[in-house]
């Protein structure tokens, strides 16, 4: 069965925060594969962290900025033209999916036109598939690109936020005219199918986001040292954390990787604390930072499946993060970490306490969650059970079951 030629469409690619995308797109191409790589935006510098981003950066696509060009834009559009009942049905599709307002409606017009350089582009590099992740307005423009050039599309979802708007982004229309779904867990399936029409349920497949195992290496954990990897906004418990540390007895350190709208608020937070905000990492730099860590702390109010999480456990690290959404699927509480209740601060200082005193926990913890990683969540067997995905709706034999 040959291999379908793929197109990767999200908003912003690469990004130092969506390396989950880049492994997958790295593991599909291992698995023989052509993938090009699309973005609407051009990523900002502060990104492009390693020669992994680098690399990824300097060949994908810019959506918008080949449609900064009016020769482009206009010879694009000229040529879906041609065959102006699909050029009307896909305009008709951009209205009648935008949000409610004017200012929703503009906007599907400008995905509409994004979509039309799109096409043009995928048509002219033989892409076979349009495969998108994140689900808000790139899968808008994917959807409308696929409707003007024929070629189908998937996309895969990931929450939470998606959810708190599902009719804004408008995912049952997206679900309805997607060749399949990739939902990241069980959790975020049952979501999807609390929004779309039954009839299109067998069409939601899990594919975890991964990692390999090989590139984290367990060590020993007998000091300390904590670490969070994340944006620096709200919705990731940062607050909450330097909370529950005042209250830690001293001698712990910890090391805040990542970037976001709320790091100097947080920075003010713990000036008096023994806390260092490094920045954006590369993945080898996330890695080498875990060999050195004892506890990973993921205060979150809101996540899918956490790779961050999963990075930790496949370098043999205890986690501690909070019990929502997708992570008991990946996070046994009292097996391969500690899962407390989200925004406690007196539950999170007490978990964290508890491995910082124990070292055989840490131990028994970092070995069990590293086998359910190299179990559930390696990136060569989600690529492969993705590429099998790829290659069944290509070919019209679609795999069967939600775990493919």
């Known amino acids: 069965m040959s291999l379908p030629k793929l197109a990767y469409l999200t908003g912003e690619y690469p990004r130092a925060s969506d390396t989950f995308i880049q492994r997958e797109v790295a593991a599909l191409r291992g698995l023989g594969h052509k993938v090009l790589t699309c973005s609407i935006r051009t990523t900002g ?30 010879k694009a559009h000229g040529r879906w033209m041609k065959t102006p009942g699909r050029y009307l049905k896909a305009l008709a599709l951009a209205w009648k999916s935008a949000p409610k307002g004017i200012k929703g409606r503009l906007y599907n017009l400008i995905y509409f036109l994004e979509a039309g350089v799109l096409a043009d582009e995928l048509t002219r590099q033989g892409v076979d598939h349009l495969h998108n992740h994140i689900a808000k307005a790139s899968c808008t423009v994917a959807m ?22 599902p009719h804004h982004w408008r995912i049952d229309e997206k679900a309805a005219r997607a060749s399949f779904v990739a939902c990241i867990s069980d959790f975020c399936r049952s979501q999807l199918m609390s929004f779309a029409n039954q009839q299109h349920w067998d069409r939601f497949h899990i594919i975890h986001c991964g990692v390999d195992p090989a590139r984290y290496l367990p060590s020993k954990h007998a000091g300390n040292e904590l670490l969070f990897v994340g944006r620096l906004a709200a919705v990731k418990g940062v607050p909450v954390l330097l909370e529950a540390l005042q209250d830690l007895p001293k001698g712990w350190h910890l090391t805040v990787v990542g970037d976001g709208p709320d790091r100097a608020e947080l920075e003010t937070q713990a000036k008096d604390l023994p806390v260092d905000f490094v920045g954006y990492k590369s993945q080898t730099e996330v890695a080498e930072a875990l060999t050195k860590t004892d506890v990973f702390v993921l205060p979150s109010f809101a996540e899918g499946v956490p790779v961050v999480l999963m990075e930790a456990m496949a370098s043999g690290v205890p986690v501690v993060t909070t019990q929502i959404a997708g992570v008991p699927e990946l996070v046994e509480n009292g097996i391969s970490g500690s899962l407390v209740p989200p925004g406690d601060a007196t539950a999170l200082c007490t978990a964290i306490g508890a491995l910082l005193d124990n070292p055989e926990s840490r131990r028994q913890y970092g070995a069990h969650g590293r086998s359910k990683v190299e179990t559930d969540f390696d990136i060569s067997h989600e690529a492969a059970r993705l590429s099998s995905l790829f290659t069944g709706y290509h070919a019209g034999t679609p795999p069967k079951g939600k775990r493919p």
């Open 45 to 74: 510098a502060e990104h492009l962290v390693g020669p992994e981003q680098r690399n990824e950066h300097a060949q994908t696509f810019k959506v918008l900025d080949a449609c900064k060009s009016p020769l482009r834009l206009a």
């Open 144 to 165: 409308l690109a696929s409707e003007l050039s024929g070629i189908p599309y998937s996309f895969t979802i990931h929450g939470p936020d998606i959810f708190f708007e």
